[in-house]
């Protein structure tokens, strides 16, 4: 068996913060499974294209590529049927891409515009003018307009997850007693924070702060170990 993953870095090799990336970091780990980390970086389109992807993960199994978190991690399930689910069976899969959509558009989406103008000082000159340039075409305005009131919008940001607070407070987990790809899917985007941005997205009495340094903990600290902020 061998498995390498593209993933997404900026200046530091070790800090891979792609919230799709740490998705399949995670899965890997729950399956009990190693892939040869791959660092990739925004300008190097050319490194990934001859496996039909623009962007990260890329997952290579025997030099089979399989492209997109979400394909990936079915791939996975289905590989390697031997080694720890990560649905629980095909009713949690079908919940978990409803869950995979939440991830997207709640989690990442909604803490897209707090942290990242903290981004481009990740980045080598050359991916943070390409990241610049490409985020304020798609935003309308400067990273740090965008920025600007988020003090403000980290409330709503925080109430936000009210679905995920709630669901904490009577499990310890999304999949129940111990992590499955429902908490991977939604961790993924605090441990992308998390490595970016030095902004505070959680406040320490909240579930979901000690529901995230649980999974910094999980498989033996692979992503507290993972450099990143004191957030």
């Known amino acids: 068996m061998t498995l390498k993953l593209f993933e997404l870095v900026g200046t530091d090799a070790s800090r891979p913060f792609s919230p799709f990336c740490w998705r399949i970091r995670m899965a890997l780990a729950h399956k009990g499974l190693s892939a040869d980390s791959i660092p ?41 049927p031997q080694a720890p689910s990560l649905f629980g069976g095909g009713g949690g899969r079908a919940l978990m891409r ?12 909604g803490m897209f515009p707090l942290i990242v103008a903290d981004i481009p000082a990740q980045l080598a000159p050359d991916d943070a003018a390409y990241f610049r340039a490409s985020r304020e075409a798609r935003l309308g305005k400067p ?6 009131t988020r003090d403000k919008g980290v409330i709503a940001f925080r109430k936000s997850l009210d679905p995920l607070r709630l669901t904490l407070k009577t499990q310890p987990y999304l999949g129940g007693a111990a992590p499955n790809y429902a908490d991977y899917i939604v961790f993924g985007g605090f441990q992308w924070a998390r490595v970016v941005s030095p902004f505070k ?3 320490a009495g909240d579930p979901v702060y000690a529901w995230r340094e649980k999974l910094l903990d999980a498989f033996d600290g692979m992503a507290r170990q993972s450099p990143g902020f004191a957030v």
Not at 49 to 78: C, F, M, Q
Not at 143 to 148: K, M, S, T
Request: with cysteine; hydrophobic share 50%; net charge negative.
């Open 201 to 203: 997205l959680l406040e």
């Open 40 to 80: 990739w970086r925004f300008t190097e389109k050319s490194a990934i294209a001859p496996h039909g992807s623009d962007k990260v993960p890329v997952l290579l199994h025997r030099d089979t590529p399989v492209v997109d978190s979400w394909v990936i991690a079915n791939y996975l399930e289905d590989a390697f």
């Open 143 to 148: 990273l740090e307009e965008v920025c600007a």
């Open 98 to 109: 409803m869950l995979n959509w939440w991830g997207d558009v709640v989690v990442v989406g």
